[in-house]
């Protein structure tokens, strides 16, 4: 545990700064309840959607705006994400989807020296002989085992 982290587990690596995990639950369509047990357990933390940042743009889109709505959009949550890093937050930055400039987020993790973690959670089987799903208790708490053994940490 390093000396931002209270009570808790932590994205830092134990290198005294705070951490972003990038969650994308295509099921959860924006408010995955895994990310919310993750960033209840995570101290202190932060939990931000990357709805949030695309919703604050009043633009009325054409379909070439789109590509740069989305670009900035992202760009300002990757900053915003390791800006609380820094500061010693865990950030949980949910998004539906795989970001598609997730290059930001690995420049802004060299630039900050913050923790990079990114984990895609697959959507149901439907397929009857499958095993029961995860509850998201289960998922998040196999999330935050995986952690320290850089199961889910990015490398390039």
Do not use: C
């Not at 295509?26 to 695309?54: C, W, Y």
């Not at 740069?68 to 539906?96: I, K």
């Amino acid at each position: 545990m390093n000396r931002t982290t209270v009570g808790g587990p932590e994205l830092g690596g134990g290198r005294g700064a705070g951490g972003v995990l990038v969650l994308v639950d295509p099921a959860g369509a924006g408010h995955s309840k895994v990310a919310e047990l993750l960033a209840a357990r995570l101290h202190p933390s932060v939990h931000l959607r990357t709805d949030d940042f695309l919703r604050v743009i009043r633009d009325t889109p054409t379909p070439l705006d789109a590509q740069r709505r989305t670009t900035t959009a992202l760009a300002a949550a990757a900053q915003a994400a390791f800006a609380y890093a820094t500061g010693g937050y865990q950030v949980v930055l949910e998004s539906p989807a795989a970001p598609p400039t997730l290059d930001t987020f690995r420049r802004e993790s060299r630039t900050t020296g913050a923790a990079l973690h990114y984990v895609v959670l697959s959507p149901s089987s439907d397929d009857p002989g499958a095993t029961a799903e995860p509850t998201p208790e289960a998922t998040a708490d196999s999330i935050l085992t995986s952690l320290p053994h850089r199961t889910h940490l990015l490398g390039w």
